[in-house]
């Protein structure tokens, strides 16, 4: 039996559906990311588990009881604003046993409890610090600590490192996915950012206009995405418009513009059927040379860009269309210069192909 | 020419130095991003240049004149934050010919200008639009137009794309580069994200505490950082405390974990020397027996992100490693518990002093 289970759950606000008839099963002990932009529905998720919004249509169920009505009080599920809401007249001893105290907990439990807690997000040292001397990671450690002092079962995290400095944001990933997985406590995390998302889930559902469309493990969500929208969302990919050419029994051959033909192992879309293909900007190397058994293209540099330990090239095409590509700088061999000649090379069983999108392919990718 | 010089900057809140003798040049026409944790001073270095804080000390220079006393207005600048401040209850053509009009320009000077704004953040079909109808990138698009039509030639970014979702801070990385280069802008951008600061400029400010640690290229910063907390900040690294026990002429052979040696290309530090090895998760291989340089340990976690693998592993004496690999379509033939080996070419190590007030004080973010 699932711990966490939504059924069709709907909510609109005016004209605006935030939730579109979701469908959601969450095990005991998850650790689940929901991954979506701003006014994907992120937030109206995990509000209405949290029994803090009422939805429209659809069940609740949590531990088997359907709880559409119950206050949040009585849902063993903990709601943690993005904005940490720390008292800022307590001390951080004060804050994490807030949950215990009123509980009415005996002395010795409120005391073994809050200090584990306060010991494994390592602020035990800082437990007699009020909010305002602490920096921003440390408030928000103290927020988690007190939401997992108050004894709920289920964490439901509205962008918890989002407030934090990236770097601190990084490191506080795994801490966050351990201190879960070691309380046994399980966690609905909500997030816009893919990197995040993908590193701390177990399962990812990737949330768009209030419908969830695509929901694995962070590897599936990867590299099986079952829609152009969540292959750019999720690590993100160059895509090139075309028309099937040719099907064969390894693959098919699609047409893009300029006559160019790229060969993918996909043969699930018939002669003359309008395409789109995708390719990671991981997927795609740059040489001097073409590379035997891959696509080949020449092109020249437009750009280039540092990013955290890769360079990320832009290259126009002959046909004039232009691809990203990201060679990590541990297999670097040369660095190419802007206008360079190069030749770009993937393979066919790194292409994704979707059907060319009803609304065009812009609005499946534009993220601005 | 706005070339900005800061010269002995102090400021002081209370009993926090927040900018402690800062020195910097920014050369006209250059992209600079100053970055940092929380509380390093980056927010008020921008703001006393932007002429929002006064400093206790020091000058400052634009374009060769001392602006200490100029109010802000009067400096030359544009200034965007990271809160999207356009007025609700205009449209974006409004927003952006505000400042004009304020200034007394008439519509017809006026409307040349903001249609090349609005053409340079590629906005001329939504002109009419009010904020309220537009994605935060392009509020904070117009916003940055706001800024420059007043032809200011100096544009200050304060976290600009902070309040924007991770996909279109990337995008507007991008378009925000080609903006100040297309203009000829010289601009100075403060972020706490450092991948943002590393793709976006000529040169990166890294602070701490109010001070400059070190300023450079982002591909310098990232593969040769001249300081242990430049390193941990900038990028990810591991960090292995050492003792020198021998040098030749290729390097320095190291005694990190209960009797692993491992070889540097360094020979800045003398035998017997405490040293610290730093070395990026990306710039290893796993289960590579020819190497030199073997980190046994056992898999702690596999994390994934995307194509990249990043598993953690833990050495003989308690220490931690992460080690990041690009995944084929196959899973790794490692798992949780297992024993692997991380191989570092000596060509991919950093050899630091080891720091005074010990390894841990340099690497805390907060």
């Known amino acids: 039996m699932s711990l966490i289970r939504l059924v069709n759950v709907t909510k609109k606000f005016g004209d605006i559906t935030a939730l579109d008839h979701v469908d959601l099963s969450i095990e005991d002990g998850e650790y689940v990311c929901v991954l979506g932009q701003t006014g994907a529905g992120k937030t109206t998720l995990l509000r209405v588990i949290a029994g803090l919004v009422e939805p429209d249509e659809g069940e609740i169920y949590i531990e088997g009881r359907l709880v559409n009505g119950i206050p949040p009080e009585e849902r063993n599920a903990v709601y943690m604003f993005q904005q940490f809401a720390l008292f800022p007249h307590m001390n951080v001893w004060q804050n994490v046993s807030f949950g215990p105290v009123i509980k009415d907990w005996d002395n010795e439990t409120v005391e073994k409890v809050s200090s584990n807690i306060l010991e494994m997000v390592r602020l035990a040292d800082r437990k007699d610090a009020f909010p305002n001397e602490l920096s921003g990671g440390m408030q928000q450690r103290v927020a988690l600590a007190r939401g997992i002092a108050s004894g709920a079962r289920i964490l439901l995290l509205d962008e918890p490192l989002g407030a934090l400095d990236a770097r601190l944001r990084v490191d506080l990933r795994s801490q966050l996915r351990k201190l879960v997985k070691d309380q046994k406590l399980t966690a609905i995390h909500v997030t816009h950012d893919q990197e995040e998302a993908l590193m701390i889930a177990e399962r990812v559902a990737v949330l768009r206009k209030g419908r969830i469309e695509q929901m694995g493990s962070p590897r599936e969500v990867y590299s099986r995405p079952q829609s152009i929208f969540v292959a750019s969302f999720v690590g993100g990919a160059n895509f090139i418009e075309g028309n099937i050419s040719k099907v064969y029994s390894s693959g098919s051959s699609i047409e893009i513009r300029g006559g160019y033909q790229i060969s993918v192992s996909d043969r699930s879309k018939e002669v003359g059927e309008k395409v789109v293909v995708a390719v990671r900007p991981e997927d795609i190397s740059v040489g001097s040379a073409e590379v035997i058994g891959s696509n080949n293209f020449s092109g020249r540099i437009e750009s280039k860009m540092f990013i955290g330990g890769s360079m990320e090239y832009t290259i126009r095409l002959e046909n004039d269309d232009v691809v990203s590509c990201k060679i990590s700088l541990s297999d670097l061999p040369t660095t190419y210069k802007t206008g360079e000649r190069v030749i770009v090379s993937f393979l066919a069983e790194r292409c994704y192909v979707f059907p060319y999108p009803k609304g065009g392919l812009l609005e499946e990718i534009e993220a601005i | ?175 925000l580069r080609r903006l100040v280069k297309d203009l000829k802008l010289t601009a100075l951008h403060v972020t706490h994200d450092q991948e943002e600061a590393m793709s976006i400029s000529d040169r990166v400010v ?92 056992k898999v702690v976690d596999i994390l994934y992100s995307g194509s990249i693998g990043r598993v953690r592993v833990q050495l003989a004496n308690g220490d931690q490693i992460v080690a990041k690999k690009a995944l084929s379509l196959q899973r790794p033939t490692f798992s949780v518990g297992d024993n692997i080996t991380v191989n570092v070419s000596p060509k991919n190590t950093l050899v630091y002093p080891y720091p005074k007030e010990g390894l841990d004080k340099e690497l805390a973010l907060e």
Request: hydrophobic content about 40%; proline content about 4%.
């Open chain 2, 1 to 175: 020419m706005p070339e900005v010089r800061l010269v002995n900057v102090s400021k002081r809140y209370g009993k926090i130095l927040a900018n402690d003798n800062v020195n910097l040049t920014i050369e006209n026409g250059e992209y600079v991003s100053i970055i940092g944790p929380s509380g390093c001073g980056k927010t008020t270095l921008i703001k006393i240049i932007a002429g929002i804080i006064k400093p206790d000390e020091g000058k400052i220079y634009i374009g060769g004149k001392l602006v200490n006393d100029l109010s802000t207005e009067d400096r030359g600048i544009g200034y965007v934050f990271q809160n999207i401040a356009l007025f609700p209850h205009m449209t974006v053509w409004d927003n952006i010919t505000y400042g004009p009009r304020v200034r007394g320009l008439s519509p017809e000077e006026t409307r040349p200008l903001a249609l090349e704004m609005l053409e340079m953040i590629r906005l001329s079909a939504r002109s009419d639009a009010y904020p309220s109808e537009l994605s935060g990138g392009t509020q904070q698009k117009t916003a940055v137009a706001r800024a420059l039509i007043s032809r200011s030639e100096l544009l200050l970014l304060d976290e600009p794309l902070g309040a924007l979702d991770v996909k279109v801070r990337g995008e507007l990385r991008h378009e």
């Open chain 2, 206 to 297: 890294v602070m701490k505490k109010g001070r400059i640690v070190e300023a450079d290229a982002p591909i310098e910063l990232y593969t040769r950082p001249r300081s242990i907390f430049t390193a941990n900040f900038v990028g990810e690294a591991n960090f292995l405390k050492g003792i020198v026990t021998q040098i030749s002429d290729e390097g320095s052979l190291v005694d990190v974990v209960d009797g692993l040696q491992m070889m540097t290309n360094s020979r800045n530090a003398k035998v017997g020397d405490g040293v610290v090895i730093a070395f990026r998760p990306e710039f290893t291989s796993i289960g590579d027996t020819e190497m030199l340089n073997r980190l046994v340990g």
